[in-house]
Nanobody, 115 residues
Framework: QVQLVESGGGLVQPGASLRLSCAAS????????MNWYRQVPGKQRELVAR???????NYADSVKGRFTNSRENAKNAMYLQMNSRKPEDTGGYYC?????????WGRGTQVTVSS
C-alpha cells in the first residue's frame, strides 16, 4: 500500500510562485514515474508534469518553462515548483505514482490563482 499526500496549495496572485509537495509513505526510488495532474471542475484530470526515477521530466505545453518537477529520494518526496502563475493554473493538483502495477493517487491540494 502506498500513500501519497499533497501539500502546499493555496491562493496566490498571478505571477507569484508556489511549490507543491507530494510525500510518499514508501521509498519513491521504488516508483518509476511520478506525476502531477490538475483537475478543474467539469473537466478531466490532465497531466501537468512527470518525472522518472532517473530524473527525466516531461511537461504539458501549458506549463513548460514555468513549472519544474523534481524529486528527493532521501525524503521520499516530489515537488512541483510553479512560477509565473496564471489564472488558468487554478485547479486541484494531484500526485500519482505507480508501483508494482498498481496506481496510487493522493487526495489533492487546491491551488487558486486570482488577483
Amino acid at each position: 500500500q502506498v500513500q501519497l499526500v499533497e501539500s502546499g496549495g493555496g491562493l496566490v496572485q498571478p505571477g507569484a510562485s508556489l511549490r507543491l509537495s507530494c510525500a510518499a509513505s514508501v521509498r519513491i526510488a521504488s516508483i518509476y514515474a511520478m506525476n502531477w495532474y490538475r483537475q478543474v471542475p467539469g473537466k478531466q484530470r490532465e497531466l501537468v508534469a512527470r518525472i522518472t526515477s532517473g530524473g527525466s521530466t516531461n511537461y504539458a505545453d501549458s506549463v513548460k518553462g514555468r513549472f519544474t518537477n523534481s524529486r528527493e529520494n532521501a525524503k521520499n518526496a516530489m515537488y512541483l515548483q510553479m512560477n509565473s502563475r496564471k489564472p488558468e493554473d487554478t485547479g486541484g493538483y494531484y500526485c500519482r505514482g505507480k508501483r508494482e502495477g498498481i496506481d496510487y493517487w493522493g487526495r489533492g491540494t487546491q491551488v487558486t490563482v486570482s488577483s
